[in-house]
């Protein structure tokens, strides 16, 4: 079981000079366990703010967040995250990076092993092993992350815009994979997009956040059925989503660009 | 002309042929272009012909006095003499020997040294402006003092060297610590490492390949140095000879201890690249 709660938190951030800039309103969201949660907003919205907050990375300035009743001090291997950067270790083959959190936590050598090798051949990178990350495509460097991160075996798994900088089809093939990953796996996910397809394609329910500074505005349950297909895409439910979604965040991006 | 001429029918496109052989010249000329590895080479190697010609057209020509500046002949000679009769070889292996010395000292007190600044803030907050001050210090206006302190000897020569390098290499090393990615260093918080872990799988890993950079260019240093430090109160090494030769007006042996340095100086480089393309192959891929 691992269920999180985000209570009262918000973020303020202040700088030597000038203005205070409040990026999160007081936040209150609920994940439960083995859920897929996306969060929908126009960039610069503070979504990513909450993940940082939630993975430990940053401290809110109040409220607080809890995974299993414990209260987040700071980041720890229970919940992992896939960065929107290329963030594997480039000295570091692939099968090591995949690695690395387990060598951390002092798991033994044999299981370190096997565990990679299952997640390499889950997210398709068999026969890269011993490849360097600045030798694989930026999807495969992705995958890779998602691997790591799945590997330590966090119970729930943060996600800031990872496939932010792909191309438009190998975007598309990650979701694809992702999704059969939760699929097989049922791990909680937070994925943080301003991607309007993405959110819905992956999602048991969509938190759309307001323009900054950010609340989440409105929650809409997505209840397209598993196991997902790419065509689902092009249903009238799917349709019907994306038209509401776009609605609600031409709003906010519009407000986001008055400011 | 007329086997040019046989080859036209061959080409499907005799224009297309014809364009790039004109073209490439002028491809050479744009900035940043690259040169083929053998141009470069041959580039390379002829400045140094270039500057033998022109130093020998100076001395063997007449143009410049033999006392000032000794010609490219005589200098072989005199080098051939300092390696026969003057055993040159030995004052080789002593300059050789305090250079790695001092330098593997002082990377030996500065690279933990300067990880550790790089590393903690509170450290650098201590140690970096004291370094700062430190390393504009001239190793060779210590001279003076450390042969009042260490003597003659090799400790004093040694001294020189690790204090022109010292101060160097933990400022450099701290600064390529301390400008690690952030996101690599969060990555790993987020995979559960442990402070102690971040510095001795995130940060030490990913500054080597640097460290190992700035290591190459300060014992470039090193070698200037050793000279300045032979150059007083010593009875060995490249400098002494060349301190030896200025009182005997011998500007063949100066300039041949002097390409001697070069040439040391060059295959040190050379090996020192090799050995970092190496170890650290991730990093140039």
């Given at each position: 079981?691992?269920?999180?709660?985000?209570?009262?938190?918000?973020?303020?951030?202040?700088?030597?000079?000038?203005?205070?800039?409040?990026?999160?309103?007081?936040?209150?969201?609920?994940?439960?366990?083995?859920?897929?949660?996306?969060?929908?907003?126009?960039?610069?919205?503070?979504k990513s703010t909450m993940l940082r907050i939630v993975a430990g990375l940053d401290q809110p300035t109040a409220g607080r967040v809890l995974l299993d009743g414990q209260p987040v001090t700071g980041p720890g291997a229970d919940r992992g995250m896939v960065f929107q950067s290329y963030t594997l270790f480039p000295?570091?083959?692939?099968e090591q990076n995949i690695r690395f959190g387990l060598r951390e936590r002092g798991v033994a050598e044999s299981v370190q092993k096997e565990r990679a090798a299952y997640f390499i051949a889950k997210v398709g990178l068999r026969g890269f092993e011993q490849h360097y990350p600045k030798q694989l495509s930026g999807g495969m460097q992705q995958r890779t992350a998602i691997a790591r991160a799945l590997a330590n075996d966090p119970k729930i798994l943060l996600m800031d815009e990872p496939f932010g900088a792909l191309d438009n089809q190998t975007r598309v093939l990650m979701q694809e994979l992702l999704l059969g990953i939760w699929e097989a796996e049922r791990k909680t996910v937070m994925f943080v997009t301003h991607d309007i397809d993405e959110a819905i394609f992956m999602a048991n329910r969509v938190a759309v956040f307001s323009a900054r500074p950010g609340r989440i505005k409105s929650e809409i349950a997505v209840d397209?059925?598993?196991?997902?297909?790419?065509?689902?895409?092009?249903?009238?439910?799917?349709?019907?989503?994306?038209?509401?979604?776009?609605?609600?965040?031409?709003a906010e991006s519009m407000a986001a660009d008055a400011h | 002309m007329s086997r040019v001429m046989g080859a036209m029918p061959a080409d499907p496109q005799p224009g297309a042929a014809t364009a790039p052989a004109h073209a490439a010249p002028r491809r050479r000329l744009r900035p940043l272009e690259p040169v083929a590895p053998r141009t470069r080479w041959l580039l390379g190697a002829a400045f140094f012909v270039l500057f033998v010609a022109v130093w020998s057209v100076a001395t063997l020509g007449g143009y410049v006095s033999p006392t000032?500046?000794?010609s490219p002949v005589t200098m072989v000679q005199e080098g051939w003499l300092l390696f026969t009769q003057f055993g040159f070889l030995h004052d080789i292996g002593?300059?050789?020997?305090?250079?790695?010395?001092?330098?593997?000292?002082?990377?030996?007190?500065?690279?933990?040294?300067?990880?550790?600044?790089g590393a903690h803030k509170g450290v650098e907050a201590f140690l970096e402006p004291f370094v700062s001050f430190c390393r504009y210090l001239p190793a060779s206006a210590f001279i003076p003092l450390l042969i009042l302190w260490a003597g003659l000897g090799e400790l004093q020569k040694l001294l020189v060297i690790f204090i022109g390098s010292v101060f160097q290499i933990i400022l450099m090393v701290a600064v390529t610590v301390g400008s690690a990615r952030k996101d690599l260093v969060e990555a790993a918080y987020t995979l559960g490492a442990t402070p102690t872990g971040i510095v001795r799988r995130v940060l030490i890993p990913g500054a080597a390949p640097h460290i190992a950079e700035t290591l190459r260019l300060v014992l470039g240093w090193a070698w200037t140095y050793v000279i300045v430090a032979e150059l007083i109160g010593s009875s060995s090494?490249?400098?002494?000879?060349?301190?030896?030769?200025?009182?005997?007006?011998?500007?063949?042996?100066?300039?041949?201890?002097?390409?001697?340095?070069?040439?040391?100086?060059?295959?040190?480089?050379?090996?020192?690249?090799?050995?970092?393309?190496?170890?650290?192959?991730?990093?140039?891929?």
């Open positions: 079981m691992s269920e999180l709660h985000i209570q009262g938190v918000s973020r303020t951030f202040t700088s030597a000079k000038g203005p205070a800039t409040q990026a999160l309103l007081p936040v209150d969201f609920h994940v439960a366990d083995n859920d897929f949660v996306t969060i929908l907003g126009p960039s610069g919205c503070g000295w570091l083959t692939i397209l059925p598993h196991p997902r297909h790419y065509r689902v895409k092009t249903s009238p439910e799917f349709m019907e989503l994306k038209a509401r979604l776009t609605e609600e965040i031409r | 000032f500046l000794a002593m300059t050789v020997w305090r250079v790695l010395g001092g330098f593997f000292l002082a990377a030996l007190v500065a690279v933990p040294l300067g990880i550790c600044m090494g490249i400098g002494h000879m060349i301190t030896d030769s200025q009182a005997l007006l011998n500007t063949g042996q100066i300039i041949f201890g002097i390409i001697v340095i070069g040439i040391i100086g060059l295959v040190s480089d050379f090996l020192f690249k090799a050995v970092n393309r190496r170890l650290f192959a991730w990093s140039v891929i």
